[in-house]
């Protein structure tokens, strides 16, 4: 019974594609969210979502867009694939209040890679 | 200058030994994470804390607020320990998760 499920695990697309990565959680939080993970490991923020409402965008390009149907489920979906955009993606998620913070749960990621 | 600074960014450690990993942060917080991400990619959250000090088998978290301060002891170290350890915290002003660039441990047996 995973709390974080991604997919799929590995990517390898060309550049121009459109892909999406599928992120799912069982955990009844109400914010999940999507970081990409450079090649030095460092973690960046990419999207943070609320009950269905983006509430932070790290200035991300608009050709990565995420897609909420339901509080369970963040989507990631990135047009026009770029070199640049090989990196891990982590979806995560936590139950966020004004008096309370959970810890983060984060999914296994997903490697993408564009050649 | 990243508002999340960790030391070391790489700690070599034989195996028994005590290991201390440093966070200070520049921003006021609501909670301070320690992560632990092993060389298969995988990120577990480790503590989540506010203040004083927590503890989980052989894995010490301490925080300092007003120092802006966050040290994660692990005793006995084991080969298995192995990995980045992230601290990130949650920015009171906006919210925001800001996370340090990881300190890369190598227990060697």
């Known amino acids: 019974d995973t709390a974080v499920s991604q997919t799929p695990k590995y990517l390898v697309t060309q550049m121009g594609n459109d892909k999406s990565i599928k992120c799912e959680q069982n955990l009844g939080h109400d914010t999940m969210y999507w970081y990409k993970q450079d090649s030095k490991k460092f973690l960046k923020i990419m999207f943070s979502?609320?009950?269905?409402?983006?509430?932070i965008n790290e200035t991300v390009p608009n050709r990565f867009s995420p897609k909420s149907p339901d509080k369970a489920h963040l989507n990631l979906h990135i047009n026009s694939l770029e070199l640049g955009d090989s990196a891990v993606y982590f979806c995560?998620?936590?139950?966020?209040?004004?008096?309370?913070?959970?810890?983060?749960?984060f999914g296994n990621g997903t490697r993408l890679t564009v050649t | 200058k990243n508002e999340v600074e960790q030391s070391p960014q790489n700690l070599t450690a034989q195996e028994g030994e005590f290991i201390t990993i440093n966070c200070s942060y520049s921003?006021?917080?609501?909670?301070l994470h320690w992560l632990q991400q092993h060389p298969g990619g995988g990120i577990v959250s480790l503590f989540m804390l506010s203040s004083g000090k927590k503890k989980h088998g052989r894995l010490i978290a301490t925080i300092n607020i007003q120092e802006k301060h966050s040290s994660l002891h692990i005793t006995a170290s084991h080969p298995r320990d192995s990995a980045v350890y992230i601290c990130a915290v949650r920015s009171g002003a906006t919210n925001k998760l800001i996370f340090g660039t990881g300190t890369l441990l190598a227990v060697q047996p």
């Open positions: 979502y609320n009950n269905k409402e983006l509430i």
């Open positions: 995560a998620s936590s139950q966020v209040g004004v008096f309370y913070n959970s810890p983060l749960h």
């Open positions: 921003v006021g917080i609501s909670a």
